[in-house]
Nanobody, 121 residues
Framework: QVQLVESGGGLVQPGGSLSVSCAASGRIFRIYAMNWYRQAPGKQRELVAG???????NYGDFVKGRFTISRDNAKNTVYLQMNSLKPEDTAVYYCNADLQLSVFRPRTDYWGQGTQVTVSS
């Protein structure tokens, strides 16, 4: 059984920094893209950042150089470093992974349970 477990959320003041991480565990053959999404109350879930197994990254337009996504393939872990946080970054942040359980199985999306990030003074 595959699990994605996020950690590192919390409360931070505007302008501050926070790092979240997500570790995938279980019998995994291969992980392709790993992504961070977020969902604020009353809003749709949106892509924050994504990274391929080769290290190529993409970011939501609202990030504007403030966030950095990285991953450790040996640990099946993805990280999101968030700097210059704003109150509008407040949301539940979800980890997502596109992975394969075996060479005979199709690629499937898995999601973590989410971690709350609150930016407030």
């Amino acid at each position: 059984q595959v699990q994605l477990v996020e950690s590192g959320g919390g409360l931070v003041q505007p302008g501050g920094s926070l790092s979240v991480s997500c570790a995938a565990s279980g019998r995994i053959f291969r992980i392709y893209a790993m992504n961070w999404y977020r969902q604020a109350p009353g809003k749709q879930r949106e892509l924050v950042a994504g990274i391929t197994s080769g290290g190529s990254t993409n970011y939501g337009d609202f990030v504007k150089g403030r966030f950095t996504i990285s991953r450790d393939n040996a640990k099946n872990t993805v990280y999101l470093q968030m700097n210059s946080l704003k109150p509008e970054d407040t949301a539940v942040y979800y980890c997502n992974a596109d992975l394969q359980l075996s060479v005979f199985r199709p690629r499937t999306d898995y999601w973590g349970q989410g971690t709350q990030v609150t930016v407030s003074s």
